[in-house]
């Protein structure tokens, strides 16, 4: 019968939980939220078969069903000799599917019925009884929920921006500069021309990357004297924009079209065609934008992060790693590799001495508190986002690894974070690399960071 010849197909495919690797395969493919959703699932499949294959079944054994009472059109080609209790085939099911849901619900809709049918077929072919494979998908489950200890779920949803400002309506683009840095993208293509028919009397500068391109824009506004900034770009180009249109007291238009757009997203900047949208009607509102003097250099402002120590290089390797292995585990595995060649940096954090591996400073609140920062709720409090790793305290490498990787990072005492509108950090030692926005830009031992609310009016 075909219900029998499928029920145990699908019960072969799942052996050693080979159907669920080859969907979360598929999903790595795809890229974006889809990407994130099949690591969860396997790290949450892998979990869950580990706890019942090495734990679970070995504790709790139990004799499989008698095959003389299963139909022979039902029976499996191998019957299992292990532990019945509870079914690993229901749990890895159970358990990808779950974490799939995590990340991407739609895509777990498509899958579940898969599940199911994965999970029943072991009780159709005769080598579970019900009970196995209900527990052994309450395990899966519990086990998916669970990765979200020390993997937190990103919420894409923007943060919280500020109160509405005063900007002008430019319904044609008529005074508005717009900085485009055509290489920034995913692709070789230059947005500009897409600009200029969503904007045909606004201003193109297209930036020369091998030059100076704030002073390529500074001489651009002398030029123009425009009304409003734009920017299409990745972070690096935007933070260069926002820092012109503060001097100027410019609103400032962000057309998303870079490789890296963390502020754009935050923002729920979604498309350039939303962004022409508010610049013809004008409306814009206020958001924080960060600032750090260096060793009493004038202000660099940043709009993401700022960061000392090991955590540019962190950065880095995460980013050069996110593709292949999604974004929280090629963090954590930057995490290792940083750590393990870093050195302690003698420091002082508003006056309290202290020794550190490396510290960040977000502008404004990022979530999770206790985990590697995934997603920004707000951009309208004022707020630096302070976390520094410790280096005084015993053992404090692999303490702060095995915090990470237990979820416990928020009660370990070499983890410091902190909700603040400044900090002040002095080092002891060498001077230190800083890094803001993901670009090193200097090397110092007095910095200074501040929050400066509302400083920005952005189109939106």
């Not at 995490?335 to 550190?356: C, H, K, Q, W």
């Amino acid at each position: 019968m075909w219900v029998d010849d499928g029920l145990r197909a699908a019960s072969r495919a799942a052996d050693h939980g080979l159907l669920w690797f080859a969907v979360g395969a598929v999903a790595f493919a795809v890229g974006g939220r889809t990407r994130r959703a099949g690591v969860r699932g396997v790290l949450s499949l892998a979990g869950a078969s580990a706890l019942t294959n090495a734990v679970l079944k070995p504790v709790f054994p139990r004799r499989r069903p008698p095959q003389e009472h299963v139909a022979p059109g039902r029976r499996p080609r191998r019957v299992p000799t292990s532990s019945s209790y509870p079914s690993g085939h229901a749990a890895s099911a159970a358990a990808f599917v779950t974490g799939v849901a995590l990340e991407s619900p739609a895509a777990a809709v498509a899958l579940a019925p898969v599940g199911a049918a994965v999970a029943y077929s072991r009780i159709h072919v005769g080598v579970h009884w019900p009970s196995d494979v209900l527990a052994g998908a309450v395990v899966g489950a519990a086990v998916a929920f669970g990765t979200r200890r020390w993997w937190a779920v990103r919420t894409d949803e923007p943060a919280t921006l500020g109160t509405t400002a005063t900007a002008p309506a430019l319904p044609d683009g008529s005074g508005l500069l717009i900085l485009v840095n055509p290489g920034s993208g995913a692709s070789d293509e230059d947005p500009s021309d897409q600009l200029l028919r969503l904007l045909p009397a606004a201003t193109v500068l297209r930036a020369d990357p091998d030059g100076d391109v704030n002073a390529q824009l500074e001489a651009a506004v002398e030029r123009s004297a425009p009304r409003a900034l734009g920017v299409c770009g990745g972070d690096g180009t935007v933070v260069t924009a926002v820092d012109a249109a503060l001097r100027h007291d410019l609103a400032l238009a962000v057309f998303p079209g870079g490789t890296l757009n963390h502020f754009a997203r935050d923002v729920g900047v979604e498309d350039v065609e939303a962004t022409r949208d508010a610049v013809t009607a004008g409306t814009a509102v206020r958001v924080d934008v960060g600032e750090v003097l260096r060793d009493g250099k004038p202000a660099t402002v940043f709009v993401n992060t700022a960061s000392l120590g090991g955590y540019p290089d962190a950065v880095r390797l995460r980013e050069r790693w996110e593709p292949r292995l999604g974004k929280w585990p090629a963090a954590a595995a930057a995490m290792a590799r940083v750590l393990a060649s870093a050195e302690p940096i003698p420091a002082t954090v508003d006056g309290r001495r202290t020794s550190i591996w490396m510290l960040f400073v977000g502008n404004g609140r990022y979530a999770p508190s206790d985990q590697v920062p995934l997603s920004r709720p707000d951009l309208n409090e004022g707020t630096l986002d302070v976390r520094y790793l410790r280096a005084d305290r015993r053992f404090s490498r692999t303490r702060l690894l095995w915090a990470t990787a237990t979820g416990t990072l928020a009660n370990s005492q070499t983890y410091a974070h902190a909700n603040t509108d400044t900090v002040t950090v002095r080092l002891q030692g060498d001077p230190v690399s800083l890094a803001t926005d993901g670009e090193v830009i200097g090397r110092g031992r007095e910095f200074r960071f501040a929050s400066r609310p509302a400083a920005l009016r952005l189109y939106r």
